[in-house]
């Protein structure tokens, strides 16, 4: 049939390119015929030759005739979904996931959640344009990728849903692979009609992988084709080439959903067991005694107060940094709950811990038992809306430590994320680097200097 097929196609076409009825009357019957008989553009054939004059790039080249467009499109659907691996997917559906969140949701978590959802509904309807689904581990980023991704395949649109490591990988195996070159595979990949890019920031970042990815994400930027991307990462830590596209407000809708990971542990109360704040809860701005019955000195006093008045301000807007300094016992991690009680009382995500315990926390990851990876951990602080930290400097300052904490230190900073520091630490016993960083504009510091409280006489 392929002979016959190409002495059809090699045959006189007429002017407007399509097959004329002798050539097309030289197969055996329709059933011989690749498009649809009745077709007036290929008479059946299933392609049409350009025409072009001899010398011209697109002399003799051929082109699929519209009439097998359904038939190549369902083909193009069964291979992107074998490679999507979508059957294993089949059960994340738009109908349950829960917008609500589970135990311990606050209010505005739960307005994130269903924010993310109905946008998420909204562009699996219309498929127009780019989704970016931004938010920590275990917030449903992933679930509603593959809500979008089961929508449209239940709607016969051709869909390619992989995670970034995959999709290279599977570009990689075609250079091991007979059955399809890896220029067919990029093709499809790049030109598939949706195309839906999970956990992208987790790849390996060579220089080929870098660049492939952005071939991809070009192309499809340049021609408008739909794309929907889940991230864990902050848009500073995209690569500035990629980030540029995505910023793009003409094309790309960003949603960030702010939850907690569903796969963390939680305490009774419903909050995650990393925050310490339930043991806390007593501690608030009314229960914080400013002393006045001591007739404490006037310099000690005001010291008092003004940590006070600056604790109370951060706990109503919380920007930038705030630093509580002073000795044992002067009511610095007290204040510094008070802020996290009135946070949370208003349905504000917010984490308490101490530093030895944050490091505890980050430690128990590497056993075999956790069932929470390093990774999530450190992204879940690091991330946190609003992170309170107790007693810097009592932890031991190995080079492991320092590590974490200038990591920890040196994110939040350059996000501007806010964050409270309680330390009995002075200046000049403070790691240097630390140190800077409380230094600048970013951080208001209040040194509490009365001395210890010894609770009322």
Request: net charge negative.
């Amino acid at each position: 049939m392929s002979e016959k097929t190409g002495e059809t196609l090699n045959g006189p076409v007429d002017g407007t390119g399509r097959a004329n009825s002798q050539t097309s009357g030289t197969l055996n019957g329709s059933a011989d015929l690749l498009g649809d008989p009745d077709c007036p553009n290929c008479g059946g054939v299933g392609y049409l030759r350009l025409q072009a004059p001899v010398g011209h790039p697109d002399f003799g080249r051929l082109e699929i005739c519209d009439c097998r467009e359904p038939e190549i499109r369902l083909h193009l659907q069964e291979r992107l979904f074998r490679l999507s691996r979508l059957d294993e997917l089949k059960h994340l559906t738009f109908e349950n996931f829960n917008p609500d969140g589970r135990v311990g949701t606050t209010d505005q978590e739960q307005q994130s959640l269903h924010a993310a959802y109905k946008r998420a509904k909204t562009y699996s309807q219309k498929l127009e344009g780019w989704l970016l689904l931004q938010g920590g581990f275990g917030v449903g980023k992933t679930h509603l990728a593959a809500s979008i991704a089961n929508e449209a395949a239940n709607h016969g649109v051709p869909t390619l849903f992989l995670t970034v490591p995959d999709l290279l990988d599977e570009l990689r195996a075609t250079f091991s692979d007979g059955e399809i070159s890896f220029q067919e595979r990029f093709d499809e990949i790049r030109s598939a009609p949706l195309i839906i890019l999970d956990d992208f920031g987790t790849q390996n970042t060579t220089e080929w992988a870098r660049e492939k990815l952005f071939q991809i994400l070009n192309h499809r930027y340049t021609n408008r084709l739909s794309v929907v991307i889940t991230t864990n990462l902050a848009l500073e830590e995209i690569e500035a080439r990629l980030r540029s596209r995505i910023l793009d407000p003409s094309l790309v809708d960003r949603v960030y959903i702010q939850s907690p990971d569903y796969r963390t542990p939680m305490n009774q109360s419903g909050r995650e067991e990393l925050s310490s704040l339930d043991l806390h809860h007593d501690q608030t701005f009314e229960t914080f005694s400013l002393r006045e019955r001591e007739k404490l000195p006037s310099e000690q006093a005001r010291s008092l107060d003004e940590a006070f008045k600056a604790a109370r301000a951060f706990a109503e807007q919380p920007r930038g940094w705030l630093m509580l300094g002073g000795s044992y016992g002067v009511g610095k991690t007290h204040l510094a709950a008070a802020i996290a009680n009135h946070r949370n009382s208003q349905g504000h995500p917010v984490t308490l811990v101490s530093v030895p315990d944050l490091l505890d926390h980050l430690r128990s990851t590497f056993s075999p038992a956790s069932t929470v990876s390093y990774d999530r951990r450190f992204h879940q602080i690091r991330n946190s809306p609003l992170l309170v930290l107790d007693d810097l400097g009592t932890e031991a300052m190995t080079p492991w430590v320092r590590e974490k904490l200038y990591q920890l230190f040196g994110y939040r900073f350059d996000s501007k994320l806010p964050t409270v520091i309680t330390s009995a630490s002075t200046p000049d016993k403070m790691d240097a680097r630390i140190r800077a960083w409380t230094d600048r504009e970013l951080c208001v510091r209040k040194l509490i200097s009365a001395p210890s409280y010894r609770g009322p006489r």
